[in-house]
C-alpha cells in the first residue's frame, strides 16, 4: 500500500510531459461512470447506503490486478491539502474533492489509473496519460471496467446503456478529452473561431479544471460526450 | 441581427419576459391544463428509491437506476436532446449479455415446445424439454 507522501513526490506520467504530440496535447483522458444496480446513486442514497456502497466497491477496486501496491484513502482522511493536490494531477474532481464520509479513491502507482467512488456516480473511473494517447488511456480503463462488472452488478438498460445519476452520462457513460496548450490561437486571437467550429462537431471545449470554470487564456481541454457509441476515441474523440 | 436560444430561466434572467405566452397544453386542454399535468408529474415518485419529478427539477440527477424506468417518458425527450441516438449500440457488460443471451434461448426453446406439442410431436418436444432444464440450470448458475 502506497502512502500519500510518496504519491506527493512522484509526478504523475501524465505531467512529464511526454508521449505523442506532447508540444501541444499535455494529456488525454478517458473517464466510464458506472453505478450499481440495486443502490440509490450517491447525491440520493442516505449516508448508510453510501458507506454500504463503498464497502462493496472498495476492497474489489483494490484488488485489481492493476491496483496493486495503490493509493486508497476515504476523502474524510485526506485533509484540504492533499485533496488539492489530487484535484491539481487530476487524479479527482473538484466535486469528489468536497466529498467526505462515504466517498474514497483508489489510484495505481503510476497515477494514469484512478477511481473515484461515490462521486456523482457510484464509480469514476479514469485514465490519463502524457501526451496524445487516448487509445491507450481507453484500453487500461476498459480493461479495469470489464473486470470489475464480473464482480459487480452495473445498472444497465438493454436501450440505454449504462445508467448513470446524470442523464447526459446515459449510454457509454465515457468522456474522452485531450488537453490541449494553444498559445498561438490565443495570441493570433483565433481561439474563439476555433471553438465554435469544433462546437458544430460534437466536441466541447472546457476550461483546464473542468465543466464550470472559465477557460485560462493559454489552455484549453476539448471534451465530447459519447451519446451511443463506444469509440476507440481518435484524435477528437470522435 | 443575432439569434440566441435561451433556457426559461436565462431568458428571464436576460430580462426577457413574455406573460402572454402560454403553454402548448393549455392550448390544447383548457387554461390551467399545464399547471395540472406539472403538479401531477411532481407527485409521481420513484417505486424503488422515493425520489421525484421535482427532485429532479432541483438537482438535474436521478436517485436510482429505477428512475430510469419511473420517469421513462419525460426522460425520453430529454435524451433525445442530448444524445446523438437513444439506442446504445457500445459496450455491454459480460454478465448481463450473457443473461440476456440466455433469455433470448430459453424464450425460443419455449416457443418451439409449444409449436411441437401442437403438433403432436412428442419426440422433439421431449428433446426440447431437456434442453430447457439445462438452460434453467445455466441460468441459475449465472445469476
Known amino acids: ?238 | 441581427m443575432q439569434k440566441v436560444n435561451l433556457c426559461d430561466a436565462c431568458s428571464k434572467e436576460k430580462g426577457v419576459e413574455d406573460p402572454k405566452s402560454f403553454a402548448l397544453a393549455d392550448l390544447l386542454l383548457g387554461i390551467g391544463a399545464s399547471e395540472e399535468i406539472e403538479k401531477s408529474a411532481l407527485i409521481q415518485k420513484c417505486p424503488v428509491c422515493g425520489f421525484s419529478q421535482a427532485d429532479f427539477k432541483k438537482t438535474g440527477r436521478l436517485g436510482c437506476a429505477a428512475c430510469y424506468t419511473t420517469f421513462a417518458e419525460g426522460l425520453h425527450t430529454l435524451l433525445k436532446a442530448m444524445h446523438k441516438g437513444t439506442e446504445h449500440v457500445g459496450k455491454l457488460p459480460q454478465r448481463a449479455h450473457r443473461t440476456i443471451q440466455l433469455s433470448h434461448r430459453m424464450r425460443a426453446l419455449n416457443e418451439n415446445l409449444q409449436k411441437a406439442v401442437a403438433e403432436e410431436n412428442y419426440e422433439t418436444a421431449a428433446s426440447l424439454r431437456d434442453q430447457i432444464k439445462q438452460l434453467e440450470s445455466e441460468q441459475l448458475s449465472n445469476t
Not at chain 1, 12 to 39: D, K, T, Y
Not at chain 1, 201 to 214: D, H, K, S, T
Request: proline share 3%.
Open chain 1, 1 to 238: 500500500m502506497m502512502k500519500f507522501s510518496s504519491v506527493m513526490t512522484t509526478p504523475g506520467e501524465w505531467l512529464r510531459g511526454e508521449g505523442p504530440h506532447h508540444q501541444i496535447v499535455i494529456s488525454s483522458r478517458i473517464r466510464l461512470a458506472r453505478n450499481l444496480r440495486n443502490h440509490a446513486f450517491p447525491g440520493w442514497a442516505k449516508k448508510a447506503e453510501r458507506i454500504a456502497i463503498l464497502d462493496l466497491i472498495r476492497p474489489r477496486v483494490e484488488q485489481l490486478a492493476e491496483m496493486q501496491d495503490s493509493f486508497a484513502e476515504s476523502l474524510q482522511d485526506l485533509s484540504a491539502l492533499e485533496r488539492q493536490v489530487l484535484v491539481e494531477r487530476h487524479l479527482i474532481s473538484r466535486e469528489h474533492a468536497a466529498k467526505g464520509t462515504g466517498s474514497a479513491v483508489v489510484m495505481n502507482r503510476r497515477q494514469t489509473l484512478s477511481v473515484m467512488i461515490n462521486e456523482e456516480d457510484h464509480l469514476r473511473m479514469q485514465s490519463i496519460r502524457s501526451g496524445l494517447q487516448l487509445k491507450q488511456a481507453f484500453k487500461l480503463v476498459d480493461k479495469i471496467d470489464s473486470a470489475l462488472e464480473e464482480k459487480l452488478e452495473f445498472a444497465y438498460d438493454q436501450r440505454l446503456g449504462y445508467l448513470t445519476a446524470c442523464p447526459t452520462n446515459v449510454g457509454t457513460g465515457m468522456r474522452a478529452s485531450a488537453m490541449l496548450h494553444l498559445p498561438g490561437l490565443v495570441l493570433s486571437e483565433l481561439i474563439n473561431q476555433v471553438i465554435q467550429a469544433v462546437s458544430k462537431i460534437g466536441l466541447a471545449v472546457r476550461g483546464l479544471y473542468g465543466e464550470g470554470q472559465p477557460l485560462p487564456d493559454f489552455e484549453s481541454d476539448h471534451a465530447r460526450r459519447e451519446g451511443g457509441r463506444h469509440h476507440q476515441s481518435s484524435e477528437q474523440g470522435d
